[in-house]
Nanobody, 125 residues
Framework: QVQLVESGGGSVQSGGSLRLSCAVS????????TGWFRQAPGKEREGVAF???????TYAESVKGRFTISQDNAKNTLYLQMNSLKPEDTGMYYC???????????????????WGQGTRVTVSS
């Protein structure tokens, strides 16, 4: 069983920065995808950024150039550095993991099986 615990959310003014962390209890396969999703009030959940076991990253268009996803394998921790935050970045942020990959499938295409409890990000104008 894989457990994920997010931290680092909070309130910030527009233009500010936050760094989210996600502690991953274990990587049960050598190949995996991890990612950050968010859900704004009244909106569907959307994928924000993804990173695979090789370190390849993908981003939603809305956050490219502002957010950076990274991982520290020694600490089993996933990060999301968020800069130049905008009010539309407000929402609950979740980390997710999928262990054992199908070749050729992009990280953003997976139905993730493991999820954290979420951390709230509020950006005021």
């Amino acid at each position: 069983q894989v457990q994920l615990v997010e931290s680092g959310g909070g309130s910030v003014q527009s233009g500010g920065s936050l760094r989210l962390s996600c502690a991953v209890s274990a990587y049960t396969y050598s190949d995996y995808c991890t990612g950050w999703f968010r859900q704004a009030p009244g909106k569907e959940r959307e994928g924000v950024a993804f990173i695979d076991s090789d370190g390849s990253t993908t981003y939603a268009e809305s956050v490219k150039g502002r957010f950076t996803i990274s991982q520290d394998n020694a600490k089993n921790t996933l990060y999301l550095q968020m800069n130049s935050l905008k009010p539309e970045d407000t929402g609950m942020y979740y980390c997710a993991a999928e262990m054992g990959l199908n070749g050729g499938t992009l990280c953003m295409e997976y139905e993730y099986n493991y999820w954290g409890q979420g951390t709230r990000v509020t950006v005021s104008s």
